[in-house]
T-cell receptor, first 115, second 111 residues
Framework: DAKTTQPPSMDCAEGRAANLPCNHS???????VYWYRQIHSQGPQYIIH???NNETNEMASLIITEDRKSSTLILPHATLRDTAVYYC????????????????FGKGTLLTVNP | EAQVTQNPRYLITVTGKKLTVTCSQN?????MSWYRQDPGLGLRQIYY???????DKGDVPEGYKVSRKEKRNFPLILESPSPNQTSLYFC??????????FGPGTRLTVL
């Protein structure tokens, strides 16, 4: 699976949009971009994933550049409860018989939403 | 409500005393997995299971055992716990490459 690079920390004001970047310059054609977050010591929580088109759900939007070498997770109106470590994960969805669906977590970005 | 449950949530034990951490999911997922999380090391996979009676080692399996006798349950067994197994443990489940659901975590301290 491709390696990702994220800033270690970011701040955001409550009510404003939080834009979390992720670089994945070695991504290959069959690899998706997934975002998870972990609120302090809780289990990681799935946010969104995409291949090449922009995606939106009730939690966030995912913008993937045309060359797919980077992406941005957007939380449109951040709240204090969005303070968490956000993980960008790139992995293949090609399951070659017996493959592990393991998620490889990096260090992520600690997003702190300030009042 | 779709969920993964783990028990116990907190456990303090002593070296060598066998323990089991249970994990159960109600989503009929084929895939289940155990991770441990340690400061500076992130989340690392211990064992995983692709389906009933199918289990395999992850990245850090030493000192752990698992079983998958039923689809919904995937217990993690520490036959002889040691202090280096003090950690935060998470169970997860999914249907293929779709989103993985994680349990609330079990904080284990081995003295």
């Amino acid at each position: 699976d491709a390696k990702t690079t994220q800033p270690p920390s970011m701040d955001c004001a409550e009510g404003r949009a939080a834009n979390l970047p992720c670089n994945h310059s070695t991504i290959s054609g069959n690899e998706y971009v997934y975002w998870y977050r972990q609120i302090h010591s809780q289990g990681p929580q799935y946010i969104i994933h995409g291949l090449k088109n922009n995606e939106t759900n009730e939690m966030a939007s995912l913008i993937i550049t045309e060359d797919r070498k980077s992406s941005t997770l957007i939380l449109p109106h951040a709240t204090l409860r969005d303070t968490a470590v956000y993980y960008c994960i790139v992995r293949t969805t090609r399951n070659s018989g017996g493959s592990n669906y393991k998620l490889t977590f990096g260090k992520g970005t600690l997003l702190t939403v300030n009042p | 409500e779709a969920q993964v449950t783990q028990n116990p949530r907190y456990l303090i034990t002593v070296t060598g005393k066998k323990l089991t951490v249970t994990c159960s999911q109600n989503m009929n997922h084929e895939y289940m997995s155990w991770y441990r999380q340690d400061p500076g090391l992130g989340l690392r996979q211990i064992y995983y299971s692709m389906n009933v009676e199918v289990t395999d080692k992850g990245d850090v399996p030493e000192g752990y055992k698992v079983s998958r006798k039923e689809k919904r349950n995937f217990p993690l067994i520490l036959e002889s716990p040691s202090p280096n197994q003090t950690s935060l443990y998470f169970c997860a489940s999914s249907s293929g490459f779709l989103e993985q659901f994680f349990g609330p975590g079990t904080r284990l301290t081995v003295l």
